[in-house]
Structure formats: C-alpha cells, structure tokens
C-alpha cells in the first residue's frame, strides 16, 4: 500500500492557495486539477494532480484541526 505523505508537506509550492482559491470561488476538482497541472503545480512526490488528489487534499485542509 502507498504511505500518504503528511499533511505538512503539501505546501504553496504545490499549489495549495491556488487550490483552495479555486475552491472557494466553485471550481470543480477536475478543474482544480487541470488548472493546478497547467500551472506546473505538481503534488509532494512529483506527480501530477488528479481530482481524487485535490479532493482529498482539500478534505485534508478543511478538516486538519478535526483529527489532531
């Protein structure tokens, strides 16, 4: 099984504020990811973003004071 990378390590350089802006002016994920890909964002291990990936990071973001 793939080891998630901690939340710490998705940072701007990934495209986090890009992504959360999208998200709060209504983009869908797979706009998200497209933008975020054509940005040259890519995520913490090199990879390019998916909309499964921005979902779950957003989901992360979101709730990242829930589960410490």
């Not at 998630?4 to 797979?30: C, D, I, N, V, Y």
Request: charged share 25%; aromatic share 4%; net charge positive.
């Amino acid at each position: 099984a793939k080891r998630r990378l901690p939340r710490t390590a998705l940072k701007e350089q990934h495209g986090l504020f890009r992504m959360l802006e999208m998200h709060r002016q209504g983009a869908s994920l797979a706009t998200i990811s497209a933008a975020l890909n054509n940005e040259g964002f890519r995520r913490p291990g090199g990879s390019r973003w998916h909309h499964t990936s921005v979902a779950r990071a957003i989901n992360d973001v979101l709730h990242l004071d829930e589960t410490d």
